[in-house]
Structure formats: C-alpha cells, structure tokens
C-alpha cells in the first residue's frame, strides 16, 4: 500500500528563515509525486509535480526536489504569506492519488 | 473564473437529515472525485467519475451516493447523516483520471464544511 508521511506537523519561522519539510514515501512505482498549498478556508492548491529521482522544480521562493524516498519542500527567505499547509501527494501504478497529511507553516515577522 | 464551484459553503445538520453538496466546474474535465478532510488525516477520497454516468466508490464511501448526468455536475448525497460524516468536503477534477496520466493535476474546489449534531 502506497503511504505518505510528512513531517514536521507543524513549523514556525520568522521571515527571511529558511528551512525544507519534508515528504516520506513508499510506493509501488512511482508516477507522480505532487505539492499542493493549502490557504486556510481554501481548497488545496497545486504547486509542482515531479516524475523521477534527482528531477527539481522551482517557483518563486519554493524549490521542491525528489529522491527514491523522499521528497522536499525547501523554502528559502520566506515571506508571511507563505504561511500555509502543504500538502504531499503521489499516485503509483495502482493509479491511486495517496495525500500525506500536510505540514501548517506560519511565518511570522 | 474557470474552476470548481462547491454549494453550500456551510451546512449543519441533524443526525439522521439528509442533503446535497454540490459541485460543479467549467474546465471540460472528465474526472470528478469528492475527498472529505479531517484533522490529522490526509485526504480520503469518497467516490469519483471518469465521465457522464460513470462513477466509483473509492476508500470511504459509506453513507454517501454520488451521479453523474453531465459532464460538469457532480453531487454528493449524505443519505442519513451522521456524527461521524462531520468533515470538510472537496470536490475535485482533472482532465484525466489518475491512472491514465501520473501527471494529472487536481483543481480543487473551496470546500464545503458539514457539521451534523
């Protein structure tokens, strides 16, 4: 069974503090690995997809890498409106979307 | 704006009343699913559609029914509602279902929170 585990549940950071969360996994063949943000009141919202060991993405303050077990979220000199939950998720090749259960972030001034 | 559109917003309910929770979205998207949140836990996925008359149950389905007449419509029936349904509700689609594309990505709707007393 495919599973997913975030950590830490929850990270406090003042501005300008970087800092990675982290995304554990174990699947059977790996398709997509998947990170939304989540505003509170709001639905998920998507960020990146990675396919492979090694692959990067980057957005903004955001880069989001993937190795055969995990993956991370690193935040660099982030802002008080990155303040949000993010969310891992992965489909394997029994085609089934897994959601970890999200890190909260608040950064604060 | 394009997206996915979940009525109502909030509800409460009694134990045992039922009711719709609806979702609608504008994109053409083949695949809808509903997920229901809860603290601590990832997201479940309740039932989902691959098309217009076609749905499936996925990991929590009991206690809940779901059609699909048109392409962009998918509601959610609570069919006697119960303490344990209390949850936030997402719908979600995507062009494709999950196992046609490891890149299909999810746009979710806003949510809808359901309290049953």
């Known amino acids: 069974e495919d599973q997913v585990t975030q950590s830490p549940e929850a990270l406090r950071l003042q501005e300008g503090e970087s800092s990675s969360l982290n995304c554990s996994y174990t699947?059977?063949?790996?398709?997509?690995l998947f990170w939304y943000r989540q505003d509170p009141g709001k639905g998920p919202e998507f960020l990146f997809t990675?396919?492979?060991a090694g692959e990067e993405k980057e957005k903004e303050r955001l880069k989001a890498t993937l190795t055969k077990k995990e993956s991370f979220l690193h935040i660099t000199a982030p802002k008080p409106e990155d303040s949000a939950t993010y969310l891992c998720?992965?489909?394997?090749?029994?085609?089934?979307?897994?959601f970890g259960t999200g890190t909260r972030l608040q950064v604060t001034l | 704006n394009a997206g996915v559109t979940q009525t109502p917003k909030f509800q409460v309910l009694k134990t045992g009343q039922s009711m719709t929770l609806q979702c609608a979205q504008d994109?053409?998207?083949?695949?809808m699913s509903w997920y229901r949140q809860d603290p601590g836990m990832g997201l479940r996925l309740i039932h989902y559609?691959?098309?217009?008359?076609?749905?499936d149950q996925g990991e929590v389905p009991n206690g809940y029914n779901v059609s699909r007449s048109t392409t962009e419509d998918f509601p959610l029936r609570l069919l006697s509602a119960a303490p344990s349904q209390t949850s936030v509700y997402f719908c979600?689609?995507?062009?494709?279902?999950?196992?046609?594309?490891?890149?299909?990505?999810?746009?979710f709707g806003a949510g809808s929170r359901l309290t049953v007393l």
């Open positions: 979600a689609s995507s062009p494709y279902p999950p196992r046609y594309s490891g890149a299909n990505v999810l746009t």
């Open positions: 699947v059977s063949g790996l398709r997509g």
């Open positions: 990675l396919y492979s």
């Open positions: 998720a992965l489909t394997g090749t029994a085609s089934k979307l897994t």
């Open positions: 994109m053409n998207h083949e695949y």
């Open positions: 559609s691959v098309g217009a008359g076609i749905t």
